[in-house]
Nanobody, 127 residues
């Protein structure tokens, strides 16, 4: 069983920064591919950033250059971070950490690829 727990959300002013954290634990969690998604009220969930593998990452165009995803592996746990800089009001959303088994296929920023999800952490950016 894979468990994901996010933290680090909060309220900031436009131009500010936040760092989200996700602790993932479970059997062979280090073999999983990790990503961050977000969902604003009334909108569909959208991919934000993903660890592709081999140290590679991918980002949605609307956060590229402002957000950075990173990952630290321990023996039976993984910590995934999302450093968010130059935040805008349109970044306001619930942010979710997600995990997919390494063998799954599909676009890395598509929610369909991910089986395990955290409970989410709220990010609110005021103008």
């Amino acid at each position: 069983q894979v468990q994901l727990v996010e933290s680090g959300g909060g309220s900031v002013q436009s131009g500010g920064s936040l760092r989200l954290s996700c602790v993932a634990s479970g059997y062979t969690i280090t073999n999983y591919k990790m990503a961050w998604f977000r969902q604003a009220p009334g909108k569909e969930r959208e991919g934000v950033a993903a660890i592709v593998g081999g140290g590679s990452t991918d980002y949605a165009d609307f956060v590229r250059g402002r957000f950075t995803i990173s990952q630290d592996n321990a023996r039976n746990a993984v910590a995934v971070y999302l450093q968010m800089n130059s935040l805008k009001p349109e970044d306001t959303a619930m942010y979710y950490c997600a995990a997919a088994a390494a063998w799954t296929t599909g676009y890395c920023l598509s929610s369909d690829r991910y089986r395990y999800w955290g409970q989410g952490t709220q990010v609110t950016v005021s103008s």
